[in-house]
Each structure stands twice: as structure tokens, then as C-alpha cells.
């Protein structure tokens, strides 16, 4: 576990946003038609964060070098979803 990356990645709220809706996605991404076992498609965030798909891109790639989400790809597209293990580890880290 990268205790700075994951520092880094929480120090920005849009992926702060990004870990919370990847917590409950049937709330946040209601219109996603895939199951949410593989996780939240991109697009479904692109459309959630309304910003650009690079500007996403970019903070989802911060939040994968920090660990603190996962991939999945299905076809062309590519799923995301919080690594649960890695944010309880951060959490415990933090409260000794």
C-alpha cells in the first residue's frame, strides 16, 4: 500500500466524489444497463463527473495507481469499482 499516492489521490475532491459513488452505484449510476459486478463503466462516470473524458481519464488512472479502485475491461469498454481491501487497510492505517 502507497500511503502518499493514495494522500495524493484523496487530496482531490472530484476523485473523492468519484470513491463515493463507486461506494453505492445502483444510487449514482442508475441508467448503467451492464451489471455491477463488473463494476461502473467510464462513460457512466464521464457522464456523472461532467467534465471531460481525458480530465477523467486522468483522475481514474490516479485513483488505480493508488489502489484504491479497480479495472475490469469487457469488450471495449472498462469498469471500475473500489477496492474495498485497500481503503479498509488505509483506514486502519490511519487510526493507530
Given at each position: 500500500?502507497?500511503?502518499?499516492?493514495?494522500?495524493?489521490?484523496?487530496?482531490?475532491?472530484?476523485?473523492?466524489?468519484?470513491?463515493?459513488?463507486?461506494?453505492?452505484?445502483?444510487?449514482?449510476?442508475?441508467?448503467?444497463?451492464?451489471?455491477?459486478?463488473?463494476?461502473?463503466?467510464?462513460?457512466?462516470?464521464?457522464?456523472?463527473?461532467?467534465?471531460?473524458?481525458?480530465?477523467?481519464?486522468?483522475?481514474?488512472a490516479i485513483l488505480l495507481?493508488?489502489?484504491?479502485?479497480?479495472?475490469?475491461?469487457?469488450?471495449?469498454?472498462?469498469?471500475?469499482?473500489?477496492?474495498?481491501?485497500?481503503?479498509?487497510?488505509?483506514i486502519d492505517q490511519m487510526t493507530l
Open positions: 500500500m502507497n500511503i502518499d499516492a493514495i494522500h495524493k489521490a484523496l487530496a482531490n475532491p472530484t476523485r473523492r466524489q468519484i470513491l463515493a459513488w463507486l461506494k453505492d452505484p445502483e444510487q449514482y449510476f442508475p441508467t448503467q444497463s451492464h451489471p455491477f459486478s463488473n463494476g461502473v463503466c467510464a462513460g457512466q462516470i464521464d457522464q456523472r463527473v461532467g467534465l471531460s473524458q481525458s480530465t477523467v481519464s486522468a483522475h481514474l495507481k493508488a489502489g484504491l479502485i479497480t479495472s475490469h475491461r469487457v469488450g471495449q469498454w472498462n469498469y471500475f469499482q473500489r477496492d474495498e481491501a485497500t481503503i479498509r487497510a488505509f
